[in-house]
Every structure is written in C-alpha cells, then in structure tokens.
C-alpha cells in the first residue's frame, strides 16, 4: 500500500502546468491520481493575459496549444461558432427536447428533456418573433442550434435557419449539434443555409469510429459545403478510445474535435453518481479527472484543432460575456453597466415630477440626457390613500465614468408622499406606534432596476436547470 501526496509542474510547450497528486484505494490496491490546478505563470512570463486567442479569418492555422479562460485549452483553429460564444454573441435555440438516444450523462433539465418545446437562451419560444426578438437582444451574429436532437424536428429546424438567415442576412452563421446521420436530413439543412454542424458519435462507436455510419454522413455534409466536427464530452476512463475518435477524425479531414467537460446537473446528478463520478470540487460542476485526461490529449500534435472547453468556461465566460453584451443593448443613457452585466440607476418616485428634474438639470448641474421620466410607472397602495398613478424619474447615478451609488433626500417638493404598506403587514391592521414620519417629497436613492434583476434570475435559474445548453 502507498500512501503521500505531493506536487508537481508539467510542461507542454514551454508553458508550465501546476497538478497535485495523491493516493486513493480502489478496489484494494493504491492508485496514484493527479489533479490539475492551474497555470504557472512566473514573474519573468512576459505573455499577454488570456483573451480571445484565436484568429478571426482562417479556421487553419500553424498548431499550438493555447491556454484558454477557465481551464480551457485548444490546439488549433477554433471553429467560427466557439470565437462567437466567446464573444457572447452566439444564440442558444434549443429547437425540441425530443431524442432517439439516452446518454447517462445528458444534462439536458427536466423541463425540457424528452419534451417538444422550443427555447431561445433562456425564453419560452411561442412564435417566430420571440426568436428573433433574443437575437436583436443580444445583437446575435449567429446561432447553435440544439436539443435533444435538432434532426428529430428537421422541418422546424430548417425553418428556423431560412428565419433567421432572412432577418440577419447570409452571414448570420448557424450552426447544429446531432447523433443522427440520416442523408435526407442533412441534405435539408444545407438547402436551409446551415453553415457547420457537429456530430456527437456516441462512446460506443469512439474507438470504431472509421467504420460507422459516421464516415458517410461527415462526407456527405462536406460535399454539401457545411463544416464538420465533432462534439462529445469527455470521459475520463474512456481516454484511448477518445485517441482514436480525434485520430479518425485528423485522417478523414474533419475540421475540429471539442471535448466538452462532462458535469452534473441538476437533471443527471442520480446517473452521475450511479456511474461513480464525483465533482472535483465544491465549486465546480465538473467531473473529477477530466481535465487531467484533456492535458494529456491536448499534449499530443494532432491533424485537427482539438479544444477542451471546461463548465466554468460556460458560466465564468460565456455566459457572463451574453448578459454584458444584452446590457450594453437594452441599457438607457443614465444606466450604469456593472462588470456582471446588470444595470444599476436612481430611481425618484413621486408625482409631477417635471419640476424637480428641471431643478436638478438647473440647481445641480445634472445633465438632462442622464435622466428621464417614465409615465408608465404605478405607485403601490400606501397606507393612508387609495391607488393612485405617479410617475418616476430615472436618473444615472453619478458621473459616466465613475458609477458610484449615491443617497439624497429633497427637501422641496409639490406634495409629500405616503408611506408604502410593508409587504408584512399587508392585510392587518396599521399600528401607529410604529409609524414613523416619511420626510416631505420624492426620496432619492440607488438602487438595482427591478426588471433587469428579475431578468437576470430567471436567465440564471435556467441556467442552473440546464447547462447543456450553453454548449
């Protein structure tokens, strides 16, 4: 029996790579694991920080292997729909939820697995323009079009494609994930206009790959113009088989591998652990021993971009990068645009309120474009008078660069406002002794716009329910 722990640093490339490594009994005898940390950088590494690494031209170019956000790696060119989920302006349409297969370790949410619904990012999709309304929303260049499987409903596939191309014109770039090699459908979807699609060969087929109905349906969509690859996660104990996937896939000509971080959701936590995966830690989604795998892949020269992209990616970049590129879009002159993405403003309820933003242009020299009034707003019952309309103004907080909050009660204004009911005590009784007096006229103060907040956790409450989704 061995027991100990310890450290050490790989190279690949002449970058270095920290791991700690220790014992773990399995099946009564002592196995030595390794678990990568992270990079080496030393105070004399001159390097750039990660960014956007790959080029925006060729899908080919001179193989190297660069590090990415979060963990990940690629040797090789990225296809172009990675570059645009980098840049958070590649729209999820999920198109159904309906699938002929049952991976153990499909994400996909209870909400939607073996269900026909459609989803644009995170929105319920009922009609064409809901789609087309997310993708101006996001100012989207293009599309990854997933499911379950997209071929199981070609024909709205296919109309989505000829929709959005319409819309966005032919550089719009589509792209599709599938199992399926089925010739009249992949014919339909290049009549449509698809630009690339990506087969999932299922991890039985990874190690015979050459002799699959794969070989047909990858020459048949090349033939047609479309760019082909595969996408398949990464299982750790299936590592030689995956070998000879990517080595197939370099000799037939295939444009790119990714290996996706197999992780756990809330969907297939139970098979997960039937299967005897775990988390590699508390903080992360992803399957333990999975990225040392992908730097012993990504180690090797291969004849096609191999790239690994890691959960934290998806959440820590991806994710983030779409919601910042949304807030940009919908945010208003005086909304301040925070790092996450959500927008913060000051908010001045009241009634005629034209008066008091004239006074704060004239008295306090606050610029007239960093404010406006909204007509639409309602006031909440208060606890003296029945509903009544009033109006807000909605104003940056302080200057364009500085976005810091500020608080300020007027002390001027038409009328007073009335106290709000507090959500508890709704529907008893006002006690007087704990009233306390309200300050005459419209209060001031920062606070997060509702809409956007209310926004942000449904997109992060699907986010949580199904993470294949930003694949």
Same mark, same amino acid.
């Given at each position: 029996?061995?027991?100990?722990?310890?450290?050490?640093?790989?190279?690949?490339?002449?970058?270095?790579?920290?791991?700690?490594?220790?014992?773990?009994?399995?099946?009564?005898?002592?196995?030595?694991?390794?678990?990568?940390?992270?990079?080496?950088?030393l105070p004399c590494d001159r390097r750039p920080a990660v960014g956007n690494l790959y080029p925006t031209s060729s899908l080919r170019r001179g193989v190297r292997l660069e590090e990415r956000p979060y963990g990940g790696f690629a040797r090789g060119a990225l296809p172009v729909g990675c570059r645009q989920c980098t840049d958070g302006s590649?729209?999820?349409?999920?198109?159904?939820?309906?699938?002929?297969?049952?991976?153990?370790?499909?994400?996909?949410?209870?909400?939607?697995?073996?269900?026909?619904?459609?989803?644009?990012?995170?929105?319920?999709?009922?009609?064409?323009?809901?789609?087309?309304?997310?993708?101006?929303?996001?100012?989207?260049?293009?599309?990854?079009?997933?499911?379950?499987?997209?071929?199981?409903?070609?024909?709205?596939?296919?109309?989505?494609?000829?929709?959005?191309?319409?819309?966005?014109?032919?550089?719009?770039?589509?792209?599709?994930?599938?199992?399926?090699?089925?010739?009249?459908?992949?014919?339909?979807?290049?009549?449509?206009?698809?630009?690339?699609?990506?087969?999932?060969?299922?991890?039985?087929?990874?190690?015979?790959?050459?002799?699959?109905?794969?070989?047909?349906?990858?020459?048949?969509?090349?033939?047609?113009?479309?760019?082909?690859?595969?996408?398949?996660?990464?299982?750790?104990?299936?590592?030689?088989?995956?070998?000879?996937?990517?080595?197939?896939?370099?000799?037939?000509?295939?444009?790119?591998?990714?290996?996706?971080?197999?992780?756990?959701?809330?969907?297939?936590?139970?098979?997960?652990?039937?299967?005897?995966?775990?988390?590699?830690?508390?903080?992360?989604?992803?399957?333990?021993?999975?990225?040392?795998?992908?730097?012993?892949?990504?180690?090797?020269?291969?004849?096609?971009?191999?790239?690994?992209?890691?959960?934290?990616?998806?959440?820590?970049?991806?994710?983030? !990068?779409?919601?910042? %590129?949304?807030?940009?879009?919908? +945010?208003?002159?005086? =909304?301040?645009?925070?790092? *996450?993405? #959500?927008?913060?403003?000051?908010?001045?309820?009241?009634?005629?309120?034209?008066?008091?933003?004239?006074?704060?242009?004239?008295?306090?020299?606050?610029?007239?474009?960093?404010?406006?009034?909204?007509?639409?707003r309602k006031s909440r019952r208060s606890f003296t008078g029945p509903r009544s309309s009033s109006r807000s103004i909605r104003l940056r907080t302080a200057s364009r660069s500085s976005g810091l909050g500020w608080r300020r009660r007027t002390r001027r204004a038409p009328q007073s406002i009335p106290?709000?009911?507090?959500?508890?005590?709704?529907?008893?009784?006002?006690?007087?002794?704990?009233?306390?007096?309200?300050?005459?006229?419209?209060?001031?103060?920062?606070?997060?716009? !509702?809409?956007?907040? %209310?926004?942000?956790?449904?997109? +992060?409450?699907?986010? =949580?329910?199904?993470?294949? *989704?930003? #694949?």
């Amino acid at each position: 029996m061995e027991i100990g722990c310890g450290a050490r640093i790989r190279e690949f490339d002449g970058r270095r790579y920290f791991y700690f490594w220790h014992y773990e009994r399995d099946n009564g005898r002592s196995t030595r694991k390794e678990d990568y940390v992270g990079r080496v950088r030393l105070p004399c590494d001159r390097r750039p920080a990660v960014g956007n690494l790959y080029p925006t031209s060729s899908l080919r170019r001179g193989v190297r292997l660069e590090e990415r956000p979060y963990g990940g790696f690629a040797r090789g060119a990225l296809p172009v729909g990675c570059r645009q989920c980098t840049d958070g302006s590649k729209m999820v349409l999920f198109v159904t939820g309906i699938c002929s297969f049952h991976c153990f370790y499909c994400p996909v949410s209870d909400e939607k697995m073996y269900k026909d619904v459609v989803f644009a990012d995170e929105k319920r999709v009922t009609r064409d323009e809901d789609v087309l309304e997310e993708a101006h929303a996001i100012r989207a260049t293009g599309a990854g079009i997933t499911g379950g499987d997209p071929l199981d409903a070609v024909e709205r596939t296919c109309h989505y494609i000829r929709l959005l191309k319409h819309e966005f014109g032919p550089k719009f770039h589509t792209h599709l994930y599938t199992m399926s090699t089925d010739a009249d459908k992949i014919r339909m979807l290049a009549e449509a206009g698809l630009d690339e699609i990506r087969f999932h060969v299922p991890p039985g087929l990874w190690s015979r790959a050459d002799g699959s109905a794969f070989v047909g349906a990858s020459r048949l969509a090349r033939s047609l113009d479309l760019t082909v690859g595969i996408e398949v996660p990464l299982i750790p104990e299936r590592e030689p088989d995956l070998v000879r996937l990517i080595e197939w896939a370099g000799a037939e000509g295939l444009a790119f591998v990714n290996l996706n971080e197999m992780e756990f959701s809330e969907a297939n936590f139970p098979r997960m652990k039937v299967h005897g995966y775990a988390m590699k830690h508390e903080l992360s989604y992803g399957v333990k021993g999975a990225d040392v795998v992908a730097l012993r892949i990504l180690e090797r020269r291969w004849k096609t971009t191999v790239h690994y992209c890691t959960s934290g990616y998806k959440d820590g970049w991806q994710l983030r !990068s779409r919601i910042k %590129r949304r807030a940009e879009n919908v +945010a208003h002159p005086w =909304d301040v645009i925070t790092e *996450d993405g #959500t927008l913060l403003k000051g908010i001045v309820e009241g009634a005629d309120l034209e008066p008091l933003m004239r006074d704060l242009a004239n008295t306090y020299h606050v610029p007239t474009d960093l404010m406006g009034v909204d007509a639409s707003r309602k006031s909440r019952r208060s606890f003296t008078g029945p509903r009544s309309s009033s109006r807000s103004i909605r104003l940056r907080t302080a200057s364009r660069s500085s976005g810091l909050g500020w608080r300020r009660r007027t002390r001027r204004a038409p009328q007073s406002i009335p106290r709000r009911r507090s959500p508890r005590s709704r529907g008893t009784a006002a006690n007087p002794a704990r009233q306390t007096a309200q300050p005459p006229g419209p209060c001031i103060k920062p606070r997060f716009d !509702s809409g956007a907040i %209310r926004e942000l956790d449904r997109e +992060a409450s699907r986010r =949580d329910q199904d993470r294949a *989704d930003r #694949t």
